[in-house]
Protein backbone atom coordinates (compact mmCIF):
# COMPACT_ATOMS: atom_id res chain seq x y z
CA UNK A 1 0.00 0.00 0.00
CA UNK A 2 1.47 3.86 -0.76
CA UNK A 3 -0.01 6.50 0.72
CA UNK A 4 0.50 10.30 -0.20
CA UNK A 5 0.21 12.07 3.43
CA UNK A 6 0.06 16.07 3.22
CA UNK A 7 0.05 17.84 6.58
CA UNK A 8 2.41 19.90 9.40
CA UNK A 9 5.09 18.23 10.38
CA UNK A 10 7.36 19.15 13.74
CA UNK A 11 11.08 18.30 14.36
CA UNK A 12 10.71 17.83 17.99
CA UNK A 13 7.68 15.77 19.11
CA UNK A 14 4.72 14.20 16.83
CA UNK A 15 1.93 16.00 15.50
CA UNK A 16 1.04 15.85 12.00
CA UNK A 17 3.10 13.86 9.58
CA UNK A 18 5.84 13.44 12.63
CA UNK A 19 2.63 11.13 14.28
CA UNK A 20 1.28 9.49 10.83
CA UNK A 21 4.26 8.85 9.07
CA UNK A 22 5.66 6.47 10.88
CA UNK A 23 2.70 4.44 12.25
CA UNK A 24 1.77 3.50 8.70
CA UNK A 25 5.29 2.80 7.88
CA UNK A 26 5.25 0.71 10.89
CA UNK A 27 2.51 -1.16 9.43
CA UNK A 28 4.37 -2.09 6.18
CA UNK A 29 2.28 1.17 4.01
CA UNK A 30 5.11 3.31 2.18
CA UNK A 31 4.44 6.68 2.68
CA UNK A 32 5.11 10.10 0.76
CA UNK A 33 5.04 12.56 3.42
CA UNK A 34 4.94 16.30 1.78
CA UNK A 35 5.16 19.07 4.81
CA UNK A 36 2.26 22.04 4.97
CA UNK A 37 4.30 23.35 7.60
CA UNK A 38 7.58 23.01 9.16
CA UNK A 39 8.05 23.79 12.79
CA UNK A 40 10.13 23.60 15.45
CA UNK A 41 7.60 22.01 17.57
CA UNK A 42 3.83 22.02 18.12
CA UNK A 43 1.88 25.14 18.82
CA UNK A 44 0.67 23.58 22.37
CA UNK A 45 3.87 24.58 23.33
CA UNK A 46 2.67 28.43 22.89
CA UNK A 47 6.10 29.06 21.18
CA UNK A 48 7.56 28.07 18.15
CA UNK A 49 9.56 28.54 15.05
CA UNK A 50 9.59 27.87 11.77
CA UNK A 51 7.10 28.67 8.42
CA UNK A 52 4.23 27.40 6.96
CA UNK A 53 4.42 26.74 3.10
CA UNK A 54 2.28 27.65 -0.08
CA UNK A 55 -0.17 26.42 -2.16
CA UNK A 56 2.90 26.20 -4.93
CA UNK A 57 5.07 24.65 -3.19
CA UNK A 58 2.78 21.28 -2.54
CA UNK A 59 1.75 21.78 -6.12
CA UNK A 60 5.74 21.88 -7.02
CA UNK A 61 6.63 18.16 -4.73
CA UNK A 62 3.19 16.89 -6.33
CA UNK A 63 4.21 17.57 -9.76
CA UNK A 64 7.79 16.07 -8.94
CA UNK A 65 6.31 12.70 -7.80
CA UNK A 66 4.17 13.08 -10.97
CA UNK A 67 7.17 12.92 -13.07
CA UNK A 68 8.41 9.82 -11.68
CA UNK A 69 5.31 8.02 -13.19
CA UNK A 70 4.24 6.70 -10.11
CA UNK A 71 1.07 8.46 -9.09
CA UNK A 72 -1.08 5.39 -10.36
CA UNK A 73 0.22 3.03 -7.53
CA UNK A 74 -0.63 5.75 -5.17
CA UNK A 75 -3.32 3.64 -2.92
CA UNK A 76 -4.99 6.86 -1.59
CA UNK A 77 -4.27 10.47 0.00
CA UNK A 78 -4.73 11.53 3.76
CA UNK A 79 -4.75 15.14 4.05
CA UNK A 80 -4.81 16.86 8.08
CA UNK A 81 -3.60 20.36 8.82
CA UNK A 82 -3.39 22.73 6.06
CA UNK A 83 -1.55 26.18 7.13
CA UNK A 84 -3.83 28.28 4.25
CA UNK A 85 -6.34 28.14 2.06
CA UNK A 86 -4.39 27.79 -1.21
CA UNK A 87 -2.77 25.01 0.45
CA UNK A 88 -6.50 23.24 0.77
CA UNK A 89 -6.49 24.14 -2.82
CA UNK A 90 -3.49 21.96 -3.58
CA UNK A 91 -4.31 19.22 -1.46
CA UNK A 92 -7.69 19.20 -3.33
CA UNK A 93 -5.57 19.30 -6.72
CA UNK A 94 -3.05 16.15 -5.92
CA UNK A 95 -6.17 13.99 -5.06
CA UNK A 96 -7.62 14.94 -7.94
CA UNK A 97 -4.37 14.14 -9.79
CA UNK A 98 -3.98 10.78 -8.38
CA UNK A 99 -7.47 10.19 -9.01
CA UNK A 100 -7.12 11.06 -12.62
CA UNK A 101 -4.86 7.83 -13.04
CA UNK A 102 -6.15 5.76 -9.93
CA UNK A 103 -10.00 6.10 -10.21
CA UNK A 104 -9.89 3.58 -6.88
CA UNK A 105 -7.77 5.59 -4.85
CA UNK A 106 -8.96 6.61 -1.74
CA UNK A 107 -9.19 10.58 -0.09
CA UNK A 108 -8.85 10.78 3.89
CA UNK A 109 -9.76 14.25 5.28
CA UNK A 110 -8.90 14.98 9.10
CA UNK A 111 -10.34 18.19 8.96
CA UNK A 112 -8.07 20.07 11.38
CA UNK A 113 -10.40 23.32 12.55
CA UNK A 114 -10.04 23.15 16.67
CA UNK A 115 -11.23 21.08 19.76
CA UNK A 116 -13.37 21.93 22.57
CA UNK A 117 -10.34 23.08 24.43
CA UNK A 118 -8.79 25.85 22.54
CA UNK A 119 -11.66 26.33 19.70
CA UNK A 120 -11.23 27.18 16.24
CA UNK A 121 -7.11 27.76 15.86
CA UNK A 122 -6.57 27.79 12.05
CA UNK A 123 -6.02 30.40 9.85
CA UNK A 124 -9.56 32.48 8.34
CA UNK A 125 -11.17 30.91 5.59
CA UNK A 126 -9.57 27.25 6.35
CA UNK A 127 -12.64 25.80 8.39
CA UNK A 128 -14.99 27.17 5.24
CA UNK A 129 -12.76 25.62 2.96
CA UNK A 130 -12.73 22.22 4.94
CA UNK A 131 -16.73 22.54 4.71
CA UNK A 132 -17.70 23.28 1.34
CA UNK A 133 -14.51 21.71 -0.41
CA UNK A 134 -12.29 19.25 1.32
CA UNK A 135 -15.22 17.47 3.25
CA UNK A 136 -17.19 16.69 0.16
CA UNK A 137 -13.98 15.48 -1.81
CA UNK A 138 -13.13 12.88 0.26
CA UNK A 139 -14.40 9.24 0.92
CA UNK A 140 -13.38 9.10 4.90
CA UNK A 141 -13.06 11.83 7.13
CA UNK A 142 -12.21 11.93 10.61
CA UNK A 143 -13.43 15.12 12.35
CA UNK A 144 -13.36 15.42 16.11
CA UNK A 145 -16.71 16.01 17.98
CA UNK A 146 -16.22 19.81 17.93
CA UNK A 147 -15.30 19.95 14.42
CA UNK A 148 -18.47 17.38 14.00
CA UNK A 149 -20.21 20.14 14.84
CA UNK A 150 -19.05 23.28 13.56
CA UNK A 151 -18.83 21.14 9.57
CA UNK A 152 -22.58 20.53 10.01
CA UNK A 153 -24.04 22.81 12.41
CA UNK A 154 -25.76 20.36 14.22
CA UNK A 155 -25.53 19.25 17.82
CA UNK A 156 -23.31 16.97 19.39
CA UNK A 157 -24.62 16.53 23.49
CA UNK A 158 -26.40 13.15 22.78
CA UNK A 159 -25.67 9.63 21.02
CA UNK A 160 -28.82 10.26 18.80
CA UNK A 161 -27.50 13.98 17.90
CA UNK A 162 -24.30 12.40 16.78
CA UNK A 163 -25.19 9.80 14.89
CA UNK A 164 -27.95 12.73 12.84
CA UNK A 165 -24.70 14.70 12.54
CA UNK A 166 -22.69 11.70 11.30
CA UNK A 167 -25.30 11.21 8.55
CA UNK A 168 -25.60 14.68 7.68
CA UNK A 169 -21.48 14.47 6.82
CA UNK A 170 -22.13 11.79 5.03
CA UNK A 171 -24.79 13.01 2.82
CA UNK A 172 -22.33 15.84 1.65
CA UNK A 173 -20.15 13.46 -0.15
CA UNK A 174 -17.74 11.13 2.94
CA UNK A 175 -19.01 7.72 2.86
CA UNK A 176 -17.04 6.94 6.31
CA UNK A 177 -16.97 9.27 9.05
CA UNK A 178 -14.81 8.30 12.28
CA UNK A 179 -15.54 10.65 15.22
CA UNK A 180 -12.73 11.27 17.64
CA UNK A 181 -12.87 12.42 21.41
CA UNK A 182 -16.28 12.01 21.81
CA UNK A 183 -18.46 12.37 24.94
CA UNK A 184 -22.07 12.46 24.87
CA UNK A 185 -24.73 11.86 27.40
CA UNK A 186 -23.72 8.11 26.57
CA UNK A 187 -20.56 7.92 27.69
CA UNK A 188 -19.66 7.33 31.65
CA UNK A 189 -17.51 10.09 33.36
CA UNK A 190 -14.16 7.46 33.29
CA UNK A 191 -14.07 6.65 29.74
CA UNK A 192 -14.29 8.77 26.29
CA UNK A 193 -15.43 7.11 23.03
CA UNK A 194 -14.97 6.78 19.09
CA UNK A 195 -17.70 6.77 16.50
CA UNK A 196 -17.45 5.17 12.91
CA UNK A 197 -20.86 5.20 10.66
CA UNK A 198 -20.51 3.59 7.48
CA UNK A 199 -23.51 2.69 4.67
CA UNK A 200 -26.45 3.59 7.60
CA UNK A 201 -24.47 1.90 10.44
CA UNK A 202 -22.67 3.00 13.25
CA UNK A 203 -20.14 1.55 15.87
CA UNK A 204 -19.11 2.58 19.18
CA UNK A 205 -15.61 1.73 20.48
CA UNK A 206 -15.06 2.65 23.81
CA UNK A 207 -11.66 2.99 26.10
CA UNK A 208 -11.08 4.50 29.49
CA UNK A 209 -10.24 7.92 30.05
CA UNK A 210 -6.49 8.33 30.36
CA UNK A 211 -5.29 11.67 32.09
CA UNK A 212 -2.94 13.39 30.04
CA UNK A 213 -3.05 16.52 27.95
CA UNK A 214 -1.25 16.08 24.71
CA UNK A 215 -1.12 16.48 20.81
CA UNK A 216 -0.97 14.25 18.15
CA UNK A 217 -3.11 11.44 19.08
CA UNK A 218 -5.69 12.62 16.27
CA UNK A 219 -3.52 12.65 13.62
CA UNK A 220 -2.13 9.41 14.80
CA UNK A 221 -5.83 7.77 14.90
CA UNK A 222 -6.82 9.38 11.42
CA UNK A 223 -3.38 7.69 9.65
CA UNK A 224 -4.42 4.23 11.60
CA UNK A 225 -7.82 3.86 10.72
CA UNK A 226 -7.40 5.03 6.71
CA UNK A 227 -5.28 2.24 6.46
CA UNK A 228 -6.81 -0.53 8.33
CA UNK A 229 -10.22 0.75 6.74
CA UNK A 230 -8.41 0.57 3.07
CA UNK A 231 -7.41 -2.96 3.66
CA UNK A 232 -10.04 -4.27 4.84
CA UNK A 233 -12.68 -2.40 3.40
CA UNK A 234 -14.70 -2.41 6.62
CA UNK A 235 -14.99 0.74 9.12
CA UNK A 236 -16.14 -1.29 12.51
CA UNK A 237 -12.97 -3.31 11.65
CA UNK A 238 -10.77 -0.52 11.07
CA UNK A 239 -12.43 1.36 14.41
CA UNK A 240 -11.90 -1.39 16.65
CA UNK A 241 -7.90 -1.92 14.77
CA UNK A 242 -7.35 2.02 15.06
CA UNK A 243 -9.07 3.11 18.41
CA UNK A 244 -6.77 -0.36 20.21
CA UNK A 245 -3.56 1.20 19.19
CA UNK A 246 -4.16 4.87 19.82
CA UNK A 247 -5.25 3.57 23.65
CA UNK A 248 -1.84 1.88 23.77
CA UNK A 249 0.03 4.73 22.41
CA UNK A 250 -1.63 6.76 24.80
CA UNK A 251 -1.47 4.48 27.71
CA UNK A 252 1.89 4.28 27.51
CA UNK A 253 2.54 8.09 27.21
CA UNK A 254 0.17 8.25 30.54
CA UNK A 255 2.32 5.53 32.33
CA UNK A 256 5.82 7.73 31.36
CA UNK A 257 4.38 10.80 31.85
CA UNK A 258 5.67 12.31 28.43
CA UNK A 259 4.49 15.44 27.56
CA UNK A 260 4.87 14.33 23.45
CA UNK A 261 3.34 10.96 22.93
CA UNK A 262 5.55 7.84 22.70
CA UNK A 263 5.04 7.16 19.21
CA UNK A 264 8.55 5.26 18.26
CA UNK A 265 8.61 3.50 21.74
CA UNK A 266 5.35 2.31 22.13
CA UNK A 267 5.47 1.11 18.40
CA UNK A 268 4.56 -2.20 18.58
CA UNK A 269 1.07 -1.03 20.15
CA UNK A 270 0.37 -0.25 15.81
CA UNK A 271 0.85 -3.89 14.93
CA UNK A 272 -0.10 -5.80 17.97
CA UNK A 273 -2.03 -3.50 20.41
CA UNK A 274 -2.01 -5.20 24.20
CA UNK A 275 -5.89 -4.12 24.82
CA UNK A 276 -8.57 -4.25 22.75
CA UNK A 277 -11.72 -3.12 22.66
CA UNK A 278 -15.59 -4.65 21.59
CA UNK A 279 -16.76 -2.70 18.83
CA UNK A 280 -20.97 -2.17 19.08
CA UNK A 281 -22.97 -1.07 17.09
CA UNK A 282 -25.09 1.28 18.15
Given at each position: ?????????????????????????????????????????????????G?????????????????????????????????????????????????????????????????????????????????????????????N?????????????????????????Q????????V????T???P????????????????????????????????????????????????????????????????????G?????????????????????????
Open positions: MKVLSIQSHVAYGHVGNASAVFPMQRLGVEVWPIHTVQFSNHTGYGAWRRVFDGPAIEELVAGIAERGVLGTCDGVLSGYMGSPDIGTAILAAVAAVRAVNPSALYCCDPVIGDTDRGVYVRPGIAELMRDRAVPSADIVTPAFELNLLTGLPTGTLEETKRAVAALARGPRVVLTSLVDATGDAIDLLAGEGGAVWRLRTPRLHLDVNGAGDAVAALFFVHYARTGSAAIALGMAGASVYGLLRRTAEASREILTVAAQDEFVAPSETFPVEPV
